[in-house]
């Protein structure tokens, strides 16, 4: 043992250890390489434990941030949690393509599915990414499939759009059902911009925008106004952000 | 449904949901509201070190939020906000863990992580190892976990955790020395530098 104790060890770590401890722990790392590398470890360990728990939990959902805002009713009145009418209530306020997705992704599953399952959302301002979804859209870099707990997602493409807000085209497969849709940054979420079903994801993994295979997104695309695409460290860029809005351009 | 999740956002208790969301609807924001905005990342890591999944750390937090909007009268300003509501946080998890004979929290690994492709392949041995660390600090009893949400995930003081805690000073820093020697354990070699 290297002559402190686990909780001296620890103290010294959050910068708690008293004056005496902490100088002779400063004294001991000079000469102590073994002290220094657990010192090391622990820290690695704490950085872990928190980026992994930050990540896994994602941007604040809606229905907590709609809940301290003024004149936003919190998004989970009507269902955020996986209980069987859920998806039916939202299907009759949803726009139609929305509800489109709805089918597409609880078809075969006859309204059991569980939270994970669900990629998109109802929300006080419309429809947006879910937990999985959203996490997806906000880390991985446009190419290769993404394999979520009961869908595989590919991003095709990421821009600007008109105003300097950033989107992300995006296909997913659920239960042999495939889907294209855009999804544009908004705050913390991903706000869900056009959906259809029944598109056949191209297997290069890219696609262009507008492209004339998948007219429902190209319009889409075209109704937002790509200003800009983004390649691929514009795009790591954009990740390592949060996917703020571009500022200074239009 | 695990420790978090409570039979409230399960639609059980209707009129008082709505009496929140009329809450919400009417109410300008004040500076306690944009306070416990600010405060939201380190609530919902708390609650993650409670309640050990994703789900269950928003569904705790909600009902934090929701308890803390109704209470806010009893709310004393210059004091610490934070601690109030961990405290709050903390009395709801332990009713709910009460109230569901205090399962143990459990973490599949798709829940932590439930994006993996080629995509993620560069970063999948740290996600492994986070994952691992995530599954480890699970194991840790809840009194542990808890001081070590406040003063690992949160960076909060000792002095600051132990009044969050309502316990000791020298208590919250054998159980964060405690929760690190678990990891440490836990994690073995493979985390050496």
Redesign the interface.
Same mark, same amino acid.
């Given at each position: 043992m290297i002559g402190f #104790?686990? &909780?001296q =060890?620890? +103290?010294y770590?959050?910068g708690?250890a008293d004056a005496v401890t902490a100088e002779g722990i400063d004294r001991a790392l000079e000469a102590n390489q073994a002290l220094a590398?657990r010192l090391?470890?622990?820290r690695?360990?704490?950085r872990? *434990?928190?980026? $992994?728990?930050?990540? #896994? =939990? $994602?941007p *604040?959902?809606s229905?907590? #941030? &709609?809940?301290?805002?003024? $004149? #936003?009713?919190?998004s989970? *009145?009507l269902g955020?949690?996986p209980?069987p009418l859920a998806p039916m209530i939202a299907f009759g306020r949803m726009a139609p393509w929305a509800a489109a997705l709805i089918v597409g992704v609880f078809a075969g599953v006859t309204f059991q599915a569980t939270?994970?399952q669900t990629l998109i959302v109802d929300s006080a301002s419309g429809p947006v990414a879910g937990?999985?979804l959203a996490? +997806?859209l906000s880390? +991985?870099?446009a $190419? +290769?499939?993404?394999?979520?707990?009961a869908a595989t997602v590919r991003i095709f493409l990421s821009f600007e759009a008109r105003g300097g807000g950033l989107c992300r085209q995006f296909g997913a497969t659920f239960q042999n059902v495939e889907a294209t849709g855009v999804a544009c940054r908004q705050g913390q979420a991903w706000r869900i911009d056009g959906w259809t079903t029944g598109g056949a994801p191209q297997s290069d993994g890219y696609r262009t925008a507008a492209g004339p295979d998948d007219p429902v997104s190209a319009a889409e695309l075209n109704r937002i106004g790509v200003i800009d695409l983004l390649d691929g460290a514009a795009e790591t860029a954009a990740i390592n952000a949060g996917w703020k809005p571009r500022t200074g351009r239009q | 449904m695990d420790d978090c999740e409570n039979e409230y956002h399960q639609g059980g208790n209707f009129f008082t949901r709505w009496s929140v969301v009329r809450l919400a609807m009417t109410k300008p924001p004040t500076d306690f509201r944009s306070n416990i905005a600010e405060l939201m990342p380190k609530l919902r890591r708390f609650a993650f070190g409670l309640c050990g999944t994703a789900h269950g750390a928003d569904d705790l937090t909600q009902s934090t939020l929701e308890r803390a909007l109704r209470s806010e009268s009893q709310w004393r300003p210059g004091t610490r906000l934070d601690s109030w509501m961990y405290r709050i946080m903390q009395n709801l998890w332990i009713d709910q863990t009460r109230q569901k004979r205090s399962r143990g929290p459990t973490l599949p690994l798709e829940e932590a992580y439930d994006v993996v492709g080629e995509d993620a392949r560069e970063t999948l041995e740290n996600r492994d190892m986070a994952a691992r660390a995530i599954r480890a600090f699970n194991t840790l009893s809840p009194e542990i976990r808890s001081a070590a949400s406040l003063v690992i995930l949160n960076g909060q003081s000792y002095r600051e955790a132990a009044e969050a805690l309502e316990v000791p000073l020298g208590t919250i820093m054998s159980r964060v020395a405690r929760a690190r020697r678990v990891l440490e354990v836990a994690l073995g070699e493979d985390s050496r530098p």
């Open positions: #104790s686990d &909780d =060890l620890s +103290a770590l959050d708690e590398e090391e470890t622990l690695l360990h704490d872990w *434990v928190r980026d $992994g728990i930050d990540e #896994s =939990l $994602g *604040v959902p229905r907590l #941030s &709609d809940l301290l805002e003024r $004149g #936003s009713p919190p989970n *009145v955020f949690r209980r939270r994970s937990r999985s996490a +997806a880390t +991985a870099r $190419g +290769a499939p993404l394999k979520l707990d | -």
